[in-house]
């Protein structure tokens, strides 16, 4: 499965943006999708998750209450609303699919390219 994601940008603290992560290639239905993110100087680490049928999300702590995964399997898209935004949560965010049960790991075996949110404070 090819993953497109888009949705990054520079914001104010306080604000939103709104990430989407667009696949190809093959049932998308079949796949638990993730964001993660990686900050300057820092390993990658995960931020939300969620299962194939959209019916269980799981967020890091760091970002619980502001950020919200969603998916639409008609569309083979996958969102991330990110609400409240800090200037930590400044990052390169990617989007990636694994096939059957969500993971909080970095296993997954398919990544998007990464799009960059800059928070200013």
């Known amino acids: 499965v090819q993953l497109q994601a888009c949705g990054g940008g520079l914001v104010q603290a306080g604000g939103s943006l709104r990430h989407s992560c667009a696949a190809s290639?093959?049932?998308?239905?079949?796949?638990?999708i993730g964001w993660f993110r990686q900050a300057p100087g820092k390993e990658r680490e995960f931020a939300a998750a969620?299962?194939?049928?959209?019916?269980?999300?799981y967020y890091a702590d760091s970002v619980k209450g502001r950020f919200t995964i969603s998916r639409d399997n008609a569309k083979n898209t996958v969102y991330l609303q990110m609400n409240s935004l800090k200037p930590e949560d400044t990052a390169v965010y990617y989007c990636?699919?694994?096939?059957?049960?969500?993971?909080?790991?970095?296993?997954?075996?398919?990544w998007g390219q990464g799009t960059q949110v800059t928070v200013s404070s």
């Open positions: 990636a699919a694994r096939v059957g049960l969500v993971s909080m790991g970095r296993s997954y075996d398919y």
């Open positions: 969620i299962n194939r049928n959209g019916g269980s999300t």
């Open positions: 290639g093959r049932t998308f239905s079949n796949y638990a």
